[in-house]
């Protein structure tokens, strides 16, 4: 069945420009996260939306970085005037719920020049 | 605050040898567990969890234990194949009734296998 995609997979962005990365979800999982994980490290917590309702955002590093879930299915992850120390592989992953497991997308390797 | 600490890599060894990486935590209350695996070109896949004390994950193989004890949750193979090569990460997920934050995980460094034929 289908899983967690993730566009693009591979983005070349240059400092200050703004980039946008997507998330399809599997279809009828309530809640969505977005984790970073820099090179040769483990994933760190962003942010996570219940439906369309971002609960929380704590883990996005500066208001640079933005995400929304506006009809409660995709999810776009926004990052405005990227900088050098973005660079990282951006990880979408969605849940049935709460309790249940997280299925991870392969992720988006975003490259800030 | 709440972590997890994996043993280095990478880890290189021949087909049919017995694996274990460390792993161990540190959090409030009583966390859930998990091993993700990363092959290369992929994305993070669940392997095996725990949710208490005492609790052995297992799949495709692989093992882990989770020692309140010891806060440790080992991961073993007893025979490793050369398609078991990939990253593989160590996660904590703290008890709902934490509150805040207890829906995200916290992960290792990730630990990278390699296994020659």
């Known amino acids: 069945g289908a899983g967690v995609s993730q566009s693009p997979r591979y983005k070349v962005a240059k400092r200050g420009q703004d980039v946008a990365l997507r998330c399809d979800p599997i279809?009828?999982?309530?809640?969505l996260f977005w984790y970073q994980q820099a090179l040769g490290q483990g994933p760190e917590f962003l942010t996570y939306?219940?439906?369309?309702?971002?609960?929380?955002k704590s883990g996005l590093p500066s208001d640079r970085f933005f995400a929304e879930r506006p009809e409660g299915s995709v999810s776009t992850l926004k990052i405005q005037r990227t900088q050098q120390e973005d660079s990282a592989v951006y990880l979408c992953?969605?849940?049935?719920?709460?309790?249940?497991?997280?299925?991870f997308g392969p992720g988006t390797r975003l490259t800030v020049t | 605050g709440n972590s997890v600490t994996q043993m280095e890599g990478p880890v290189t060894l021949s087909e049919e040898a017995f694996l274990t990486i460390n792993c161990t935590y540190t959090?409030?209350?009583?966390?859930?567990l998990f091993w993700y695996v990363q092959y290369p070109g992929e994305g993070l896949q669940l392997l095996l969890k725990a949710t208490k004390a005492d609790d052995k994950g297992s799949n495709k193989g692989f093992e882990a234990t989770y020692r309140k004890e010891t806060t440790s949750f080992h991961l073993e193979k007893g025979s490793v194949q050369v398609s078991d090569s990939a990253v593989y990460f160590c996660a904590l997920r703290l008890p709902f009734y934490s509150g805040a934050g207890s829906y995200q995980l916290t992960f290792g460094k990730g630990t990278k296998l390699s296994v020659i034929p």
């Open positions: 992953a969605s849940s049935y719920n709460l309790k249940g497991g997280q299925y």
């Open positions: 959090a409030t209350g009583y966390p859930s």
């Open positions: 279809s009828g999982h309530v809640s």
């Open positions: 939306f219940q439906n369309e309702a971002q609960l929380d």
